[in-house]
């Protein structure tokens, strides 16, 4: 007969050791760095080789890490990998949550779809512009300043902003930056009375500049380009928080940003 096959791993006991011990989730976060012996992860973690070595006992008893008996050092199998994975996503996510925990309390996060709201840990190292009596720019002002420099655009904006549509157009005729942009219906019959028929004709000839409008009212506003993303939340009773923008420049929370505009692109139709 084959060689049995090794107890299931217990799930129950897996987060009771990770989420009790920050020593065992240094050494899956150490060894995910690639295979270490015991006195490589020691400089790492930083605990006392007996703790450690405790860890790696019970780490090796759930099947999350591995030693190779010749060289003596340890890995994290196939298991491991995965587990690290989600823990780290996890504290990712608890850190993003605590640092703008009032940002999400005060507002409807009804226009970020659940998968996303799930990778909130994308926006790490983001930073919440706001303005105070003692910082009076608006944040609308910063993210002109941003934008400017910026190779490619993609938005979403159920609010019309005053100076939005002729920077827009500047960018679109004079920097050659590809534009996307969704918006309402209304917004965009707004942009259309604001707009000379000649400059909309222009607009339409341009391979640069897509413009979308989506049946469904967004209850949320953000753009995201090369460079950052900048989102901002309504407040529960449905008005938009001019005086709060969440900004981030980092590649993930930018990539977050391009998955929640292709969420709303997927469900809008091109009107210019």
Do not use: C
Not at 8 to 28: D, E, I, P, Y
Not at 51 to 70: F, M, Y
Not at 194 to 199: A, F, G, S
């Amino acid at each position: 007969m084959g060689k049995a096959r090794r107890e299931a791993m217990n799930q129950n006991n897996v987060v009771r050791m990770l989420m009790t011990s920050g020593v065992r989730f240094k050494v899956l976060l150490s060894l995910s760095e690639g295979p270490k012996t015991l006195g490589e992860i020691y400089e790492t973690v930083g605990s006392t080789k007996s703790t450690i070595s405790h860890a790696l006992g019970d780490l090796i008893e759930e099947g999350l890490i591995t030693q190779d008996p010749s060289t003596k050092r340890y890995s994290l199998t196939n298991l491991g990998y995965l587990v690290f994975l989600q823990i780290r996503n996890l504290t990712e996510a608890l850190e993003v949550i605590q640092e703008f925990q009032d940002f999400w309390l005060t507002h409807d996060l009804s226009g970020i779809p659940e998968e996303l709201l799930i990778r909130i840990g994308d926006l790490r190292g983001s930073r919440l512009h706001a303005t105070t009596p003692e910082y009076i720019k608006p944040p609308h002002e910063t993210y002109m300043e941003m934008i400017r420099t910026s190779r490619w655009i993609r938005g979403v904006s159920p609010v019309l902003f005053s100076d939005y549509p002729r920077e827009f157009l500047n960018m679109a005729f004079i920097g050659d930056a590809d534009i996307e942009i969704v918006t309402t219906t209304a917004v965009y019959e707004k942009l259309l009375d604001l707009t000379p028929p000649e400059v909309v004709e222009r607009v339409r000839q341009l391979p640069n500049v897509r413009l979308y409008t989506i049946e469904e009212n967004p209850r949320v506003a953000f753009t995201v380009t090369d460079k950052f993303i900048s989102l901002g939340l309504f407040f529960p009773d449905g008005t938009y928080d001019m005086m709060n923008d969440l900004i981030g420049t980092g590649e993930r929370a930018r990539r977050w940003g391009l998955n929640l505009f292709e969420h709303y692109r997927r469900n809008a139709r091109r009107v210019l």
